[in-house]
């Protein structure tokens, strides 16, 4: 028999999740303001205790209306923060899996893309790119699920195309972890990064330099291309940016790239000769 205690803490978890059901977009956006305020912070047994067993009902409603509505930009950040809430929780597997089982991480995704995006802020997207971390720090099958879902080439768009650093930072930081204890797709963050040298973003371009250093020594061998699009980077006049490209070039010398390297410098170093029709006096009639 379920005692009078249990029975209402049940009634008020179904009141409240009916009060969500009902409510329109400002009414739930007060009960989502409470829940950041209240919740923040717990653990996975805490949450369970607050919904009385039934913390997951309130979490595939965040996750339901997330992806039913992060086109419009509505309460974005806020049910953003109160996914986090779960998944950053202790013990909080569960909550994870439950998450990724209904497309979270795809949908975490498709927010990072600029195209028919004006409505979602920078702030949602980094809150974004935090859930994305919190996935990836998770464990190797997450990071794969990432890179499965074509993740490694959204994410590397957005650094480029973040107007904020301390955005670009954000991400610098998810692509560091998804180098790291990712072997089967460790060579498509490699890949990803050498993509982002010729950005118009300086920061991007040196969040990539540092990140590439890393990645060069995990994956040991080189890919053809870096050689030109370090080169390339040299010609910024970013002085914080060719302080990373000659860092990683001293390291790039140890590989098998190091003869082309050379060359390349070498080309770069030596001025252009002017055509022999141009170092001929003009004859004045």
């Given at each position: ?235 910024t006049m970013h002085l914080e940016v060719q302080y990373e490209a000659i860092e990683l070039i001293k390291d790039l010398v140890n590989y098998d790239v190091c003869e082309a390297l050379l060359i390349g410098l070498v080309d770069l170093l030596t001025p252009p000769i002017p055509e022999t029709s141009e170092l001929q006096p003009k004859i004045l009639s």
């Open positions: 028999m379920t005692s009078i205690k249990e029975q209402a803490a049940i009634s008020r978890l179904l009141s409240f999740l009916q009060d969500w059901d009902n409510a329109g977009k400002a009414a739930r956006s007060h009960i989502l303001d409470n829940f950041i305020e209240n919740n923040q912070g717990k653990t996975a047994s805490e949450l369970e205790q607050e919904f009385s067993q039934g913390a997951s009902l309130f979490l595939v409603r965040l996750t339901t209306w997330l992806r039913l509505t992060y086109m419009t930009g509505s309460s974005l950040e806020k049910v953003l923060k109160s996914i986090g809430i779960f998944l950053t929780s202790v013990n909080s597997n569960r909550y994870l899996i439950e998450f990724l089982e209904v497309g979270g991480a795809l949908t975490l995704l498709e927010l990072l893309e600029t195209l028919g995006m004006e409505k979602i802020k920078e702030e949602d997207k980094k809150e974004s790119i935090r859930l994305l971390q919190v996935i990836a720090n998770s464990g190797r099958k997450y990071k794969e699920l990432i890179c499965e879902s074509y993740g490694v080439r959204s994410i590397a768009e957005f650094l480029a195309k973040s107007k904020s650093e301390e955005t670009q930072e954000e991400v610098q930081v998810l692509l560091d972890s998804l180098l790291h204890g990712n072997p089967k797709y460790q060579n498509q963050v490699y890949k990803g990064l050498i993509t982002l040298l010729p950005s118009v973003s300086p920061k991007a371009q040196q969040l990539a330099l540092q990140t590439l250093r890393c990645a060069q020594s995990i994956i040991g061998a080189t890919h053809p291309s870096i050689v030109d699009c370090v080169l390339n980077v040299l010609r």
